[in-house]
């Protein structure tokens, strides 16, 4: 099904929608799903190029997946950081922290995580249990590193 919705995504960005970045947005997220991360990184690049004053934390995340699972590590530690600073939620900076640890920059990692578990400790309970998944990665890989 993820061929049908990225053909049907594709024909909805031809003329004055050509362009669109919701759609492209969504365009993006179905070829990550599909394993594809090279194709989103690809349409998340051509969004930003087309659409410079479109923000979206979303879409930011999602770039650094796909440069990470592409396996341009450098670059997705870049945008990790980066979204980390606006992304709802611990996920972009437990992203950042894991991938600063596989390029072996465990200070830069430790600190990603440090931030994590400092603001879980003033965070209400809702907010924690929310970001449970993430805070205890940083727990893990904090005693780890």
């Known amino acids: 099904r993820y061929d049908e919705a990225?053909?049907?995504?594709r024909a909805c960005l031809a003329g004055i929608f050509a362009h669109e970045p919701k759609i492209m947005l969504a365009l993006a997220s179905v070829e990550?799903?599909?394993g594809d991360a090279a194709a989103a990184a690809t349409t998340l690049e051509a969004l930003a190029e087309h659409n410079a004053d479109f923000r979206s934390a979303e879409g930011h995340l999602l770039y650094a997946r796909a440069l990470e699972a592409a396996g341009r590590l450098e670059e997705s530690a870049r945008e990790y950081g980066a979204a980390a600073d606006y992304y709802p939620g611990a996920e972009a900076r437990a992203r950042h922290g894991l991938v600063l640890l596989r390029l072996g920059d465990r200070d830069g990692a430790r600190r990603a995580f440090k931030e994590i578990l400092d603001a879980a400790e003033l965070a209400p309970r809702h907010v924690r249990r929310a970001n449970a998944e993430w805070i205890e990665i940083a727990r893990r890989e904090s005693a780890a590193a």
């Open 32 to 34: 990550f799903e599909k």
């Open 6 to 9: 990225i053909a049907a995504y």
